[in-house]
């Protein structure tokens, strides 16, 4: 079981003999689910063994009084042992119990008939009984009895209690009054067994009205439990579960009676003070009363009442009552009362009360309480002086500089922290700052400004610049630009990546050289070389126009230059002269053609059939009459080599070819045999299917088929898989084959040929390997509902189990009702008895195969019950079948209950007498002395707050403290009184609309608001209702009310609900409702509903001065007002000042103060008429909106205004400030201007100063430093250009070469440099054969030369095509591929080179543009020896036999072998192209693993790199980590040095010095160009303790925040000048009076008079600053500045264009108008005037002055007349190109000439020059000429004279002679010459 139910806990030691009724009408249908009465008896059974406490000794245990538990025996009966009729048969079927091993499968042991306290055997039972089931004629009880008594006797005999139970629906045969004499013995034996045997019969029975009275009262007598079935005398009508729950449940209280509790009768009650009862047994008389509160005297009453002494202050009594936790009892004994004494709580101050509360208690909350815990102690300024005897009410306000109060509570502060930290953070370094939320600390936003990007939350921002976004994109033009590393510095780091079709390359900060693969994919060549089936190759990328298309392996390489298609060759016979066999030769007519190759018979050969004299691509068929020595070598030149021997015996006079051993074929007559084949998978050999060790096959072993698909090739046969596999096979071997063990008949198979094991046991197969090649793994699974049950068995069928708790079963119907399903018996045939359990701790009535009924009390849950008891309420649950039923009670006089929370308990203290109430037990103090009771606050918490109230008839509405002494009812208030302003009436009750009487006080529950998404008026607290109706949650029905606990709604079924909407006012129910009000119901203070108040009902409030008659008054509301008339008490005549509602509209418009309210109209109808108004002047507007007022942000001081009283943030970076609208409707606009000659502005902060040394003037800009005062780069004819503007960044610009020159210098003119063959390539490539064009001298023009390229060599001639000439066997490989000879007969024409044979031991032709037709000669003829390893056979002497050798074939070497291969060794990694060379290509070494061997190099990554070698391919993941490896560009240590980490992110091999250092102490990488960052830390974040603590408190200052261990301390502001080196400074007592704060210094706390000095702060000298007082004085802080008189104020002067100040005109001690050679003008020479001085141009140049700036001064001489002169300077340039750069000094225009001539001049006409050849088309005519016809050859072009034109010519080419002006030349040979 699952443990002892409650209910069975208290049972005694019993043996129980259940006989249950097995007659007919217990398998008849019972009313609702009890289908089968005997099936449900049986199954509650089962539930109830489940609960009861059994011995759990098994049937057979001798009977022991000392086992604790149940036994139980189980007995089944119906008809008597004779035998009955029933249904016309007769049956005989006595009592039975269970047979020893006869119980069903599945059910375990059963009891065998004898008591047992095994719940497996009992449950056995029922199995066997519920398959044993019978229906007999008749109950007989006596032969059961008979069956039990030997049972009855032993276990009394043990002394155990006996128990029988007898379970019945029928009627007892043998006990009934028709037949008892029939059968004396069964009632004599019940009687015997009760008497003697001392059994206790219960009997679960109908009660019909066969028995006999005497017989009915002995059943009732034996403790029968009577089942009253109105409908049958069967318990048919009635549902069996519930009868046997009712009875078994109730069984141990039938055997052994409950005791009862003598504490029940409540025999302590009224004892003072309360004792409550205790009963420790209840089987005895010992109850007795304890003390609740206290401790009894002399220990406890014993059947009586206890003398407790006790504490008054203990709850709930008096001193509890009235102080709580604040009550002191001094003597608290039982005869001492009253004498308990109230002081005010912790942190209050007033008078102790003696039984009664402390009186005229105050707190003040800033010293003690939440206004020193929520205020002082965070850091607010705490005020509570206004209500002390009151909490919540402290003011708590921001500390200066953040703003903002709250009334009981921490304030929300705001700071615009960007007047602030962001100052320093974001300003200072050119950024703007943004603060969102000015109420949360440190989220100010700092953001870069543009270019620049980035942004930060509290500290400077990080920025990067994208140069490629901001003019990188342009200086790479069409190029890709890449700018990977986004820093601001350093500039210039992006890179151009080339883009175009074929292109590759990059360069940092130019655009890159491209380099062109001619033969990219995407270009045409590649297409056109594909289309000839030829290879496109491209020499040199850097060089246009030289790819070309070679001829595909193994082609003789005839190319042609620039893409052309060359002409092809190749001599077949070099692959196919082994399939010629002995005697033929190999002919190839065509080597141009492919398949064009013949064998033919040679002499003494002859062709078999002269017809066919050739075989086309094949052996030749051709024979010889002769004997084998002169024959062998054509049977031994075969494939396979075959032998030659006679025929058969008719063929003995001719020598034949037979097939070689294990080939077989006819053989041949005088010739090779024909077809030799070989099938291996029948012959026997060693590379067979068949070998001498294994004879019969390795396929036939496997049980597989051999299969040879080809008879002329070895080593091709498999090993195929048979049915009934899958088709699989393997070359030269066993197959692994696959086969659906599932699926397939087999021995190892599911099915083995006598049935399937899986399909057989209804389950299904499995084959779980995944490729079906492991064979005997196949398993059966269960197949759906059922599951396997224990492990799985491979290769036989699966045992299952049929759990009915799966998800098709009843776990869905008990998971539905939140429980578990329960089957015992998973077996497969036992269906039908699971059933659903409750989760713990509800208790389960199980109810079959649907959801069980759960009983849970929710208020046994500690947790539950605390809720309650917590609040001093009762716990009760209404429905222990359902959850969240629970609900609390109020006890006592409370009333309240709530559900699944804590009630709100309210005691009506006017209303019910009780200690703490108005009547506390002798009458109603109020009511008694003729006044109201008013009660605030209803909830049981708010004790004794009740008040005596004055009624009306004496003078209305005074009230009295609570529980204080009936009050003293004062004067009458006219307000009030009917004689003054109010018409009397009395308050009247409320009724609902269904005529139920309201409560008059009541409140809303604030949960009830939160739980039901309510809005109410209580906004998160209880809302009150004073008055009966309310409508606190916005109902839109109106107003409602709870009702009152009142008789008369206790007599009207309308009034049973707990609210009602209600009645309007005045109307009363039927009836006249309630016979007379209530006093206590009037609500006070206040005009009650229903009366009449004169001020009321104008709108207006009366107002009454108490004691004087007719002084009442009515006032106006806010925002009205007026004066009420003398002695006229009506309404007042009211008006309205709209501008005591707008005045902080216009109060709060910056800056403050600066405008004023006004309204013209005070007419309370006229409205809007209001307006705002400039207080010192500006306009107005009277629609209400704020006009604009004049401010000028850098003069006037405000919040926002630059100006902050001493200075700008302009001015304290030596800025100008500008305010652009200097009106109020645009605050904020000012912004900071850098000064001449620095560029800049930034709105509200210090602006990032630029300078361009482009524009100048500076000493270190560009027209500063020529000697004739233009600029460098403009003298040069050249741009100038300034790579950073930043202020620090000086002597960066540079100089810039005009297009095409790309050439630029820093700080001086560039020497403009030009590579000539950008324009003149084109003439050198159309040279034959093609040149390369060199520029050796970039800077000297028309020295470019055309320079014979690749192999070719020749003279250069500078400006024309070089003399060239090229040996074509150093660029043409087929005479080398095919191991032959290359001669170039003529080394200036094209196509004269030939092959020649190479090797002695050849001859043959010699062929023009291809391979010779070379054959060996004698040994070397059929020798396969060298051939056959890449070797050339040499055979020095056709007379000597044997001496021949292997020679190595270039490019192997190595000795030659004599008779044997030679050792040949090449290094592959030599060679200058080819596939090795792409090592070296992509900056990879080449390696070379075996110099013997073809195709065993590779590529490896070059030291230090390292990587995965590659093999015949590029090394992979090549990498060099520069801050572990030694190169030229590692760290090496250097990060180290600094005690910084070195990291290299990017280790690819070609990405050097990507590495850097980086800071280890957690501050910022500040990175630096030696790679070291400068590690900042400011020190004083761990050591600012060490300063603050020093007495004086001292400042920690960190110098160097990048250097380690330099922080120090300084001496506080206004104190001695002291510093301390890692430790606190001395003598910082003293203090300096500039700086210090006191009656005598310079700030006697108003701030320092010399900073705040008018016109421009001063500087405070205290000399000697220690010691002395009395001595400091104001001085001038501008430089150059005089100071007058000797006041502490100094007044002071300030001549801008001397001085050097940050407003003035002299900076770095330059004056920037003297500098650029303009005369500086100052204004006013006060410092109030700064910035008013300016830079004049000098005469000619025209000028715009600037304020506080130099001026800009220009002049145009290709457009400007000077005075005096007829035209413009620039008049000189007349026909040319007239520009003027820099517009700022005469003479230094320029004259250009115009293209396409050259030429340029300063100040004066150029001399113009032009070279026609340079002219593309004119060097195109000359290129295109003709020297021979039909043959193309370039011609020269040459420009004799560059200032004449037309002069130029084309020249031919050597040998050829002839030239020509302006046209091609006629190009002719004179041979005899040439």
């Not at 017989?215 to 034996?222: C, I, M």
């Not at 990067?464 to 190029?479: I, R, S, Y």
């Not at 000012?1230 to 361009?1252: F, H, I, M, Y």
């Not at 006409?1805 to 340079?1814: I, V």
Request: hydrophobic share 30%; charged share 20%.
């Amino acid at each position: 079981g699952v443990g002892v139910a409650p209910e069975f806990v208290n049972c005694p030691n019993l043996d129980l003999t259940l006989l249950l009724d097995g007659s007919g009408s217990m398998f008849s249908n019972f009313v609702g689910d009890d289908t089968y009465g005997w099936w449900k008896m049986l199954l509650e059974l089962r539930r109830w063994f489940r609960k009861i406490p059994l011995t759990g000794r098994g049937h057979g245990a001798a009977p022991d009084a000392a086992a604790p538990g149940f036994g139980v025996d189980l007995i089944q009966f119906s008809a008597e042992t004779a035998g009955s009729l029933m249904w016309g048969a007769y049956y005989s079927f006595g009592p039975i119990t269970s047979a020893a091993g006869a119980c069903p499968v599945g059910a375990g042991a059963c009891t065998a008939g004898e008591p047992s306290g095994s719940a497996d055997e009992l449950i056995g039972d029922l199995y066997y009984f519920s398959d044993s089931r019978y229906a007999g004629l008749g109950t007989f009880l006596g032969p059961a009895l008979a069956l039990a008594e030997p049972a009855f006797a032993a276990g009394q005999a043990a002394g155990r209690k006996q128990v029988a139970v007898v379970i019945t629906d029928g009627q007892f045969s043998d006990l009934s009054e028709a037949r008892k004499d029939l059968y004396p013995d069964d009632e004599a034996r019940l009687q015997r067994i009760k008497d003697d045997l001392d059994v206790e019969l219960h009997v679960l029975i109908t009660l019909p009205d066969v028995y006999s009275d005497s017989f009915r009262d002995k059943l009732l007598t034996q403790n029968a439990h009577v089942v009253t079935a109105p409908e049958s005398d069967h318990m048919h009508a009635t549902r069996m579960s519930e009868v046997m729950q009712q009875f078994f449940e109730k069984l141990c209280d039938d055997i052994v009676p409950a005791p009862v509790n003598e504490c029940d009768a409540d025999p302590c009650a009224g004892a003072v003070p309360p004792q409550t009862c205790s009963d420790p047994d209840p089987a005895l008389t010992n109850w007795r009363c304890e003390c609740t509160v206290g401790t009894a005297r002399g220990g406890t009453g014993e059947a009586g009442r206890a003398q407790c002494d006790y504490d008054e202050c203990q709850a709930p009594a008096a001193g509890f009552a009235a102080c709580g936790a604040l009550c002191t009892d001094v003597n608290a004994t039982a005869d001492r009362q009253n004498d308990f004494q109230c002081s005010c709580p912790p942190g209050w101050t007033g008078a102790v009360g003696v039984g009664a509360a402390a009186a005229g208690c105050e707190l003040d909350e800033c010293a003690f309480g939440a206004g020193k815990t929520l205020c002082v102690d965070a850091g607010y300024a705490c005020d509570d002086t206004a209500n002390r005897t009151h909490e919540g009410n402290y003011n708590c306000s921001c500390v200066t500089p953040r703003q903002g109060w709250a009334l009981g509570g921490a304030p929300a502060c705001t700071l615009n922290e960007c007047l602030t930290k962001g100052v320093t953070a974001c300003a200072a370094f050119n950024q703007t700052c943004i603060d969102n939320n000015e109420a949360a600390p440190d989220d100010f936003v700092c953001t870069c400004a543009p270019p620049l990007v980035g942004n930060a939350t509290g500290v400077t921002a990080r920025c990067t610049l994208d140069e490629c976004a901001n003019g990188g994109a342009a200086v790479c033009g069409n190029q890709t630009c890449v700018d990977a590393d986004q820093s601001p510095l350093p500039l210039g780091n992006f890179v151009c990546v080339c883009a175009g079709a074929g292109e590759y390359g990059n360069a940092t900060g130019a655009p890159a050289g491209c380099r062109l693969n001619e033969c990219d994919p995407a270009l045409p060549l590649n297409a056109t070389c594909a289309a000839d089936l030829q290879e496109c190759v491209e020499p040199d990328p850097a060089r246009g126009g030289d790819a070309y298309c070679r001829c595909p392996s193994p082609m003789g390489a005839q190319t042609q230059v620039g893409g052309a298609v060359g002409r092809c060759e190749w001599n077949e016979c070099v692959d196919h002269r082994a399939t010629c066999t002995a005697g033929q030769e190999c002919i190839d007519a065509d080597n141009a053609t492919m398949n064009t190759w013949v064998c033919a018979c040679v002499a003494p050969m002859e062709p078999v059939d002269p017809d066919v004299p050739v075989g086309n691509q094949t052996a030749a068929d051709c024979h010889y009459v002769g004997d084998c020595d002169s024959f062998s070598f054509r049977c031994s030149g075969t494939v396979p080599a075959q032998v030659c021997g006679t025929g058969a015996a008719e063929y003995d006079d001719r020598v034949a070819c037979h097939c070689p051993d294990p080939y077989v074929g006819a053989d041949g007559d005088h010739a090779p045999a024909a077809n030799c084949t070989l099938n291996e998978c029948e012959a026997t050999c060693d590379w067979c299917d068949k070998t001498m060790a294994v004879p019969n096959g390795t396929c036939a072993g496997a049980g597989q088929r051999c299969v040879d698909t080809n008879h002329n090739r070895e080593n091709d046969w498999r090993c195929v898989c048979q049915s009934p596999y899958d088709f699989a096979d393997a070359p030269r071997g066993a197959a692994a084959c696959p086969i659906d063990e599932c699926a397939t008949v087999c021995d190892h198979c599911a099915d083995a040929g006598s049935g399937h094991a899986c399909t057989a046991a209804n389950q299904t197969c499995v084959d779980p390997s995944a490729d079906r090649t492991v064979y005997g793994n196949w398993y059966c699974e269960c197949k759906l509902p059922l599951t396997l049950l224990g492990p799985r068995v491979d290769r036989a069928a699966a045992t299952c189990e049929r759990n009915e708790c799966g998800a098709d079963g009843g776990q869905a119907v008990c998971m539905t009702a939140l429980q578990q399903c329960i089957d015992n018996d998973t077996a497969v045939g036992s269906l039908g008895d699971w059933y659903c359990e409750c989760p713990a701790p509800s208790e389960t009535t199980e109810r079959g195969n649907v959801a069980a009924e759960c009983h849970y009390d929710e208020c046994s849950d500690p947790a539950v019950a605390a809720v309650c008891t917590d609040e001093d309420q009762d716990c009760y649950d209404a429905n222990t079948t359902a959850p969240e039923t629970w609900a609390c009670r109020c006890r006592g006089v409370a009333a309240g209950n709530a559900s699944l929370a804590a009630a709100h308990c309210v005691i009506d203290e006017c209303a019910v007498a009780c200690p703490h109430c108005a009547n506390a037990g002798s009458g109603n103090v109020c009511e008694d002395a003729g006044q109201a009771c008013y009660e605030p606050d209803d909830a049981a918490e708010a004790e004794g707050d009740w008040w005596c109230v004055c009624t009306p008839n004496a003078t209305h509405g005074a009230q009295a403290r609570p529980q204080a002494a009936v009050p003293a009812c004062p004067e009458r208030d006219e307000c009030r009184d009917p004689s003054g302003a109010v018409t009397e009436g009395t308050h009247a009750l409320r009724y609902t609309a269904e005529g139920c009487l309201c409560q008059n006080q009541w409140r809303m529950d604030a949960n009830y608001c939160v739980d039901n998404n309510l809005t109410c008026s209580g906004d998160g607290v209880d809302t009150p209702c004073p008055r009966g109706c309310c409508n606190p949650d916005g109902d839109p029905a109106g107003d409602w009310c709870l009702l009152a606990a009142h008789p008369y709604n206790g007599a009207k079924a309308a009034c049973a609900d707990t609210w009602g909407y209600c009645a309007p006012l005045g109307v009363l129910p039927a009836g006249g409702g309630v016979a007379a009000p209530f006093p206590r119901n009037q609500s006070f203070p206040g005009v009650d509903d229903d009366e009449s108040n004169v001020c009321a009902d104008a709108g207006q409030t009366c107002r009454d001065t108490p004691g004087s008659d007719g002084t009442w008054a009515c006032e106006c509301p806010w925002p009205l007002y007026g004066t009420p008339a003398q002695g006229d008490q009506g309404p007042t005549t009211c008006l309205r000042d709209e501008c005591a509602e707008h005045n902080m509209t216009c109060a709060a418009a910056p800056p403050a103060g600066s405008q004023r309210c006004v309204d013209d109209d005070h007419s309370p109808a006229s409205l809007g008429t209001w307006y705002c108004e400039c207080v010192d002047g500006g306009e107005q507007n009277p629609r209400g909106a704020v006009p604009a007022c004049p401010l000028d942000e850098c003069v006037a001081e405000c919040p926002l205004c630059a100006f902050n009283g001493t200075t700008t943030p302009c001015e304290a970076m030596g800025q100008g400030c500008a305010d652009a609208t200097n009106t109020t409707a645009a605050m904020g606009d000012w912004v900071c201007q850098c000064l001449a000659p620095l560029t800049g502005t930034q709105p509200r902060g210090p602006a990032v100063c630029a300078l361009d040394e482009c524009a100048g003037p500076c000493p270190t800009c560009a027209n500063e430093t020529a000697a004739n005062g233009t600029g460098v780069c403009t003298a040069a004819g050249q741009t100038c250009l300034d790579n950073n503007t930043a202020q620090g960044s000086l002597g960066d610009w540079e100089c810039v070469c005009d297009e095409p020159s790309v050439t630029r210098a820093v700080v001086s003119a560039a020497l403009c440099v030009l590579d000539e063959c950008l324009v003149y390539n084109i003439i050198c490539g159309v040279a034959v054969p093609p040149q390369d064009c060199v520029d050796n001298n970039h800077t000297q023009p028309m020295d470019w030369q055309c320079v014979c390229a690749g192999e070719a060599v020749g003279s250069n001639v500078t400006g024309v095509a070089a003399e060239c000439v090229l040996d074509e066997c150093t660029v043409n490989s087929t005479c080398h591929d095919a191991g032959q000879l290359c001669v170039d007969a003529n080394e200036t024409e094209f196509d004269s080179w030939h092959c020649a044979c190479a090797r002695p031991d050849e001859v043959g032709a010699d062929v023009l543009m291809g391979a010779a037709d070379c054959e060996a000669t004698a040994e070397c003829r059929n020798n396969t020896v060298c051939s056959d390893a890449g070797q050339l056979c040499h055979d020095p002497s056709n007379l000597t036999q044997n001496d021949w050798q292997c020679v190595c074939l270039a490019p192997y070497a190595g000795p030659a072998g004599n008779g044997s291969l030679a050792h040949c060794e090449y290094d592959e990694c030599s060679a200058a192209d080819g596939a090795p060379a792409m090592c070296a290509t992509y900056g990879q070494d080449c390696f070379d693993t075996d110099n013997t061997t073809s195709g065993t190099w590779e590529c490896r990554c070059r030291l230090p790199a390292t990587g995965v070698a590659g093999d015949k391919a590029l090394a992979e993941d090549c990498e060099l980590d520069e801050c572990a490896a030694a190169c030229d560009t590692c760290a090496e240590g250097l990060c180290e040095a600094w005690n910084q980490t070195c990291v290299d992110e990017r280790k690819g091999e070609s990405d050097l010095q990507g590495w850097e250092c980086r800071c280890t102490n957690g501050s910022p990488n500040v990175a630096t160009a030696q790679r070291v960052p400068s590690c900042l830390h400011n020190e004083c974040d761990d050591n600012a303790a060490t300063c603050t603590g020093a007495t004086p408190a001292q400042v920690c200052v960190d110098p160097h925040p990048e250097s380690p261990d330099d922080w120090e301390c300084h001496c506080a502001p206004g104190t001695a000048v002291g510093i301390g080196l890692r430790a606190e400074a001395a003598g910082c007592g003293e203090f300096n009076e500039c700086l210090a704060e006191c009656d005598h210094c310079a700030d006697t706390g108003s701030g320092n008079v010399c900073a705040g000095a008018p016109g421009h702060p001063q500087t405070c000298v205290d000399d000697p600053p220690y010691g002395t007082h009395l001595n400091w004085r104001c001085v001038c802080a501008l430089p150059s500045s005089t100071s007058n008189g000797t006041a502490p104020v100094a007044e002071c002067a300030l001549d801008e264009c001397a001085a050097a100040c940050p407003s003035c005109a002299v900076a770095g001690g330059v004056n920037v108008c003297e500098a650029s050679g303009q005369t500086c003008e100052e204004g006013a020479k006060t410092v109030a005037s700064r910035g008013d001085w300016l830079c004049r141009c000098p005469a000619p140049l025209a000028f715009v002055t600037a304020p506080a700036g130099r001026a800009e001064c220009q002049v145009d001489e290709c457009t400007y007349v000077l005075p005096g002169q007829a035209a413009p300077p620039g008049s000189a340039c007349a026909g040319q190109v007239c520009h003027d750069g820099p517009k700022r000094s005469l003479g230094d225009f320029e004259c250009s000439c115009a293209a396409p001539q050259a030429g340029r001049a300063v100040g004066a006409a150029a001399a113009c020059t032009l070279d026609e050849c340079a002219v593309l088309q004119n060097a195109q005519e000359c290129a295109d000429g003709l020297t021979t016809p039909g043959e193309a050859a370039p011609q020269a072009c040459h420009d004799r004279n560059r200032t004449q034109p037309g002069d130029w010519e084309c020249r031919c080419p050597l040998p050829s002679h002839g030239h020509a002006t302006a046209a091609a030349a006629a190009c002719g040979v004179d041979e005899c010459e040439a």
